[in-house]
């Protein structure tokens, strides 16, 4: 199986895939507001032929901010805080294997 993505404006993406059946792995660096020529995030998955019943594909897009929080303390300081569950995890990639191992176990 093969996997593709692209980031474009969602009719260029869309486009791309129509006609061709994949994305290009590209990635569109003009940041610009979401009504903007509407960036979005495209992920293809080519199955190829398909003649049978086969195992599910899962695909997990997530977003982690770290710090997740700025509080204003005494004396105009700024302090940083951390997601809750990153106190359980030594990395942003333990926290995020650990859900989805608990999440897709029966899978």
Known sequence: M???YQTAADVV???QF???GYLLNTQDTNFRAIQNSW???ALAQDFGTVT???SPVVFTIGHVRNPAIEY???NDMIQFRSIYSLSYFPTVDAMVNSLLFICFIDI
């Open 2 to 4: 093969n996997t593709t």
């Open 39 to 41: 960036p979005v995030f």
């Open 13 to 15: 993406a869309r486009a």
């Open 52 to 54: 049978t019943s086969t």
């Open 72 to 74: 204003i303390i005494a």
């Open 18 to 20: 129509i006609n061709n």
